[in-house]
């Protein structure tokens, strides 16, 4: 069982991939809120930082919990595109209290982005979650070619407005339904065109 922490109650570090990727928990009030302000609506969120001395996807499995020492109750894959100097940061939502890492492994040559879906910066930033007036946010409509009942939103942002430091990645969860847009928000950020982009879209 691996170990578990919570927002609040942060797990240590899980070293990987033969000690070149780190991921931790994130606690810090501030960089949590750039992390899930625009993902978490009703549910729960953790959120987790992952830094790498080399480049891959990196496959992580998540386990969660209603307890820390008791049965999971749900796992979730993640994919996350690593590379050196520049941390990533991944919003995890769900309802349970508590979460860790089960597995994580790197792929050199991923194939999990073909067809997924295309994308371009929303014309209604309006729209916007109530969270974001307040932690700053910038949109992308995405709209999807399949569908995926999780897919990961990689985002590559420039600026450190929500305390993550610049230059960051941004992954979030998102639902697709194919043929139905959709839009993606990169919380902690200024809203300043090319302070984010949308890099990748990705099913497993």
């Known amino acids: ?45 953790s959120a987790w930082a992952v830094v790498a001395s080399g480049e891959c996807d990196l496959d992580v499995t998540i386990g969660f919990a209603d307890t820390q020492h008791g ?34 492994a790197c792929r050199s040559q991923p194939a999990v982005d073909e067809h997924v879906a295309t994308w371009f910066a ?10 974001c007036w307040e932690l700053g946010c910038i949109g992308f409509d995405v709209l999807p070619s399949r569908d995926c009942p999780q897919a990961d939103v990689q985002f590559a942002v420039y600026d450190d407005y929500g305390g993550l430091g610049n230059p960051h990645d941004l992954v979030v969860p998102l639902e697709l339904h194919e043929g139905t847009p959709v839009t993606a928000w990169a919380s902690g950020t200024e809203s300043f065109e090319g302070d984010a982009v949308l890099t990748r879209v990705s099913c497993r």
């Open 71 to 104: 049965a999971t109750t749900r796992t979730e894959l993640r994919s996350v595109r690593v590379r050196p100097g520049t941390p990533v940061f991944v919003a995890s939502v769900g309802d349970e209290l508590w979460s860790g890492i089960e597995s994580a």
């Open 1 to 45: 069982m691996p170990t578990r922490g919570a927002h609040g109650s942060p797990v240590g570090p899980v070293v990987v991939a033969d000690g070149t990727v780190q991921i931790g928990q994130v606690d810090d009030e501030e960089a949590w809120s750039a992390v899930c302000g625009a993902v978490s609506s009703d549910s729960g969120c």
């Open 122 to 131: 929303t014309d209604d930033p309006e729209a916007a979650p109530e969270e």
